[in-house]
């Protein structure tokens, strides 16, 4: 028989690996093909960037999400998708990811961290895109052909949260998805062109590198916005920023938007001591004021 101490470290273990940080799920999507002229020679990789000074993930070949639970007592139905950044070439995992995901299970939001597909690399992604990044012909066609697929990636992740919806105890018309960098950019190609399974009911593009150009309409059933970058981005993304922002206004859609003086390009949910750390609690506030914190 168990003496009494054994029972109850048998049930501090019980609940430890039943928490959601030892029950994540990952999640293998049924996306679009990769072509054959892609391939992926390297397996995919998760390693620490000297160069960027963060935890990356490169060389993603089929598309994934882990599921971040909220405590079911703070669940509030609502789902977001969290894409990361690092130029199509990595993904920026822990400050555009899983810290993302932690805010939102803290707020009883259901997090859906995605790694869409990222163009082949070597042994260091974080070090080819440092080089090929200055020459834009270059690196696009290096990435290019990546593009579609990870936009598809993140169509077909709406299109799963929204078809499993009472599985994770989301309400069908509470699933947003934000995108960093290029990240951001998966996330305005799912903005710009949806079905209606796979529209998001709000994004939040976050010094997003693509968001369609000059000549793009807003569609029609254009969801709310929460649009954030810095004054000081490297890469000039805050003047996308601000042309979304006006696009959007000017077509009596509902976007916000937060132009942060300071902060640089890829700050995530890092903490720098600079006005963009709060921009995490100006998004809780914007997602209170449409009632998808209740």
């Not at 859906?112 to 895109?129: I, N, Q």
């Not at 693509?210 to 810095?230: I, N, Y």
């Amino acid at each position: 028989m168990l003496k009494m101490k054994n029972l109850h470290l048998l049930a501090f273990l019980l609940l430890g690996f039943s928490s959601p940080a030892f029950s994540q799920k990952v999640i293998e999507l049924n996306s679009i093909p990769s072509p054959s002229e892609i391939k992926w020679d390297r397996p995919e990789r998760q390693y620490f960037s000297q160069i960027w000074q963060t935890e990356v993930v490169t060389n993603v070949s089929k598309p994934t999400m882990t599921v971040h639970l909220p405590d079911p007592n703070l669940a509030n139905g609502t789902a977001l998708i969290i894409a990361p950044g690092g130029g199509f070439m990595a993904h920026s995992i822990n400050s555009e990811g899983n810290w993302v995901a932690d805010w939102a299970t803290k707020h009883g939001i259901t997090a859906f961290v995605l790694k869409y597909r990222l163009a082949p690399s070597g042994e260091d992604a974080t070090a080819e895109f440092m080089q090929a990044v200055g020459d834009r012909e270059g690196f696009m066609k290096k990435v290019g052909t990546v593009i579609p697929l990870a936009v598809a990636d993140g169509r077909a992740a709406i299109e799963y949260v929204r078809s499993h919806a009472a599985e994770y105890g989301i309400k069908s018309d509470r699933i947003g998805i934000m995108g960093f960098s290029a990240g951001g950019g998966v996330v305005g190609g799912v903005v710009y062109d949806h079905t209606p399974t796979s529209r998001p009911d709000f994004a939040g593009p976050v010094y997003s590198a693509l968001q369609g150009d000059g000549t793009t309409p807003v569609p029609a059933d254009a969801m709310p916005l929460f649009v954030v970058c810095s004054a000081d981005d490297v890469f000039g993304f805050q003047n996308q920023s601000a042309d979304i922002f006006k696009k959007w206004n000017a077509a009596g859609k509902p976007v916000e938007l937060h132009i942060y003086e300071k902060g640089g390009h890829g700050f995530g949910a890092k903490k720098q001591g600079m006005p963009s750390d709060k921009w995490l609690d100006a998004f809780g506030e914007w997602l209170k004021s449409h009632g998808w914190m209740n």
